[in-house]
């Protein structure tokens, strides 16, 4: 079973900067894509940006220009450099990964999600 941990977000004002990460653990598993969605207060749940292991990456248009996704394959983890942040980006941000997993021959198509974490952006 693949589990993402999340660390960052909290409280920034108007024009600041956060960052967020997600590591993934487990065992026999690979990810082919990464990425971050949020869910705005009371709105549902949108994608923010997403990396895949070809080396593609998607923004949402609100975010472009501001947002910065990474990945490090190696520690199977991601980060979102958020700058420019403004009260409209505030939501809780949850990591995403895909992959397929393997288990005695067994291989499956996964899907996993991190426990969420609040950005906050005070106007």
């Known amino acids: 079973q693949v589990q993402l941990v999340e660390s960052g977000g909290g409280l920034v004002q108007d024009g600041g900067s956060l960052s967020l990460s997600c590591a993934a653990s487990?065992?026999?598993?690979?990810?082919?894509?990464m990425g971050w969605y949020r869910q705005p207060p009371g709105k549902q749940r949108e994608l923010v940006a997403r990396?895949?292991?070809?080396?593609?990456?998607n923004y949402a248009d609100s975010v472009k220009g501001r947002f910065t996704i990474s990945r490090d394959n190696a520690k199977n983890s991601v980060h979102l450099q958020m700058t420019s942040l403004k009260p409209e980006d505030t939501a809780v941000y949850s990591c995403?990964?895909?992959?397929?997993?393997?288990?005695?021959?067994?291989?499956?198509?996964?899907?996993?999600w991190g426990q969420g974490t609040l950005v906050t952006v005070s106007s």
């Open positions: 995403y990964a895909g992959g397929t997993t393997w288990d005695s021959g067994n291989i499956r198509d996964f899907h996993a």
């Open positions: 487990g065992s026999g598993f690979r990810i082919n894509v």
């Open positions: 990396d895949t292991s070809g080396g593609s990456t």
